[in-house]
């Protein structure tokens, strides 16, 4: 009798041990991502921000953006197969710029959120031949809001720009539950390209006032 009842609780405790087993290690792993996706969006969220910057004082030229985007998360590409020395750093970092470029290109949106269209057609104004929204002696220009888009001049002169950026999912048992989680949860057409390549989305905004003249898109005038 004594036996038996031992060999049920020696079935028992490996039953809970299978139990948690089975319910801790997806959980474990799934805050592992997510630490992961959190270091991620810091750097996403500085790199915007960044990039709003050189964008104030480059006439808000989206190829500029992109390119400070990319400079400043460049970390996030650096292989982690050794410790960094003098005498690998600059090949490291390299390689990294390299593999950052190319990601950005091919999994980040960039799109100008102010000055919008309408502001760019009630402040556009041509200086040099090139239709611009200017920037200088701003304390002097009316106060008085454009006729399409509401904005002063002043409020125009703040560049506004949302970068979405896809972070791939690297935790393969994890990356299936996520982003099937996420394809039910987010309906929004733009990020399904995200979650077909195993990646999720970061959206942030970077803010800068306008250093420069701000140039009127083609298709604004």
């Known amino acids: 009798m004594l036996m038996r009842r031992l060999k049920q609780q020696g079935a028992a405790t490996v039953e809970f041990y299978l139990v948690a087993l089975l319910a801790?290690?997806?959980?474990?792993?799934?805050?592992?991502?997510?630490?992961?996706?959190?270091?991620?969006?810091?750097?996403?969220?500085?790199?915007?921000?960044?990039?709003?910057?050189?964008?104030?004082?480059?006439?808000g030229d989206i190829g500029a953006m992109r390119g400070e985007f990319t400079r400043v998360i460049t970390p996030l590409f650096v292989e982690s197969t050794g410790q960094l020395n003098a005498g690998n750093v600059v090949g490291r970092i390299a390689a990294a710029r390299m593999r950052a470029s190319a990601d950005v290109a091919a999994f980040t949106r960039i799109r100008v959120l102010s000055p919008n269209q309408a502001a760019q057609l009630d402040?556009?104004?041509?200086?040099?031949?090139?239709?611009?929204?200017?920037?200088?002696?701003?304390q002097?220009?009316?106060?008085?809001?454009?006729?399409?888009?509401?904005?002063?001049?002043?409020?125009?002169?703040?560049?506004?720009?949302?970068?979405?950026?896809?972070?791939?999912?690297?935790?393969?048992?994890?990356?299936?539950?996520?982003?099937?989680?996420?394809?039910?949860?987010?309906?929004?057409?733009?990020?399904?390209?995200?979650?077909?390549?195993?990646?999720?989305?970061?959206?942030?905004?970077?803010?800068?006032?306008?250093?420069?003249?701000?140039?009127?898109?083609a298709d604004s005038g």
């Open 123 to 138: 402040f556009g104004e041509l200086r040099d031949g090139v239709n611009v929204i200017p920037s200088d002696s701003l």
């Open 24 to 59: 801790l290690l997806p959980l474990c792993l799934g805050m592992l991502q997510i630490s992961l996706l959190l270091i991620a969006n810091h750097h996403v969220d500085h790199a915007a921000f960044m990039a709003a910057r050189t964008g104030a004082t480059n006439r």
């Open 140 to 217: 002097h220009r009316s106060a008085a809001p454009g006729e399409r888009s509401g904005l002063s001049v002043q409020q125009a002169n703040v560049l506004r720009v949302e970068f979405t950026y896809c972070r791939p999912v690297v935790i393969p048992f994890v990356r299936g539950l996520m982003i099937g989680l996420l394809r039910r949860i987010d309906p929004e057409p733009s990020n399904l390209r995200c979650y077909a390549s195993g990646r999720v989305p970061i959206r942030t905004v970077g803010t800068a006032p306008m250093q420069s003249d701000f140039l009127v898109s």
